[in-house]
């Protein structure tokens, strides 16, 4: 078999595969692993980082989140996609926009060896994260020297783009994924979404050099999820998922320790 038709069988496999797997996920996903004891807590620790921020177009909602933290948090406003400096201006650019905002500040941050927390304020703390004080530094120890870590991820099928350029590491990533038992998955890259992730000065000033040139280009999602990944400069981001975690109802995006609710509402507006 030559390359090129091998090339087309794996990637038919893996179609097949990502296809089922979807299928699974959305029609016939099995419920989370039993708790082996019933949590009390009610506050998420944040006390690991040296700052919080929740964006926001909703201060009301972010202020609520806020309130089921026990660190001190920075709300901080959503940017219009008016004040993007592109042309024709798109409305994908007003979350980027406001992430960049959030990243600058933690790049200028005095406290550089240390982890900065950045929600959306419809970011959702799995049930095992409230429950878990020392979460933070779990998720540090497994996270494979990373400095900057996508705590909300997308699922780990690719996009029919990243199947075709990179099937063997599509592959690779999705069967890691697939046979892992229940419990934390830490994988390279940042993949989609950003309701939820940890960083630190250092990367944020990566990722700003990297994102920033970009956004006129398309949005943050396949800046990172796409691009990043594949660079071997941006080699310093990972995400982590958690296939035992448990959400409240009307919790979507639900792959890693934080889900998004499903009212969400885009920053981009």
Sequence with gaps: MSANNMRFFVIGIFAAMVLASVLFDRGWKPAAPARDSICTAQLLDTNHFATTTIITMN????????????GYVTVVQGSSFKDSRCKPQ????GCTLAHLGVLRRIADSTAKTRWHLVLEDDAVPSEELVCTPWWAKEIVRVALG????????SHPYP????????????????MEYAVAPAGKVVMRGWNAW????????????????????????????????????????????????????HYPLGTW????????????????K
Aim: net charge positive.
């Design 253 to 268: 995006r639900n792959y890693g320790v934080f889900g998004q609710s499903d009212d969400h509402l885009s920053l981009t």
């Design 146 to 153: 990373a400095e900057a870590i996508n705590l909300g991820p």
């Design 159 to 174: 996009a029919y783009g990243e199947l075709f350029r990179h099937p063997f590491t599509m592959l690779k990533q999705y």
């Design 90 to 93: 798109r409305h994908r650019e």
């Design 59 to 70: 201060t009301s909602r972010a202020y609520a989140l806020a309130a089921r933290m026990n």
């Design 194 to 245: 950003a309701h939820a992730y940890m960083i630190k000065p250092s990367a944020a000033a990566r990722v700003i050099a990297y994102v920033h040139p970009r956004m006129c280009e398309n949005h943050w999602d396949v800046i990172m999820g796409h691009g990043a990944r594949w660079d071997p400069d941006m080699q310093f981001v990972a995400r982590v998922y958690d296939k035992a975690a």
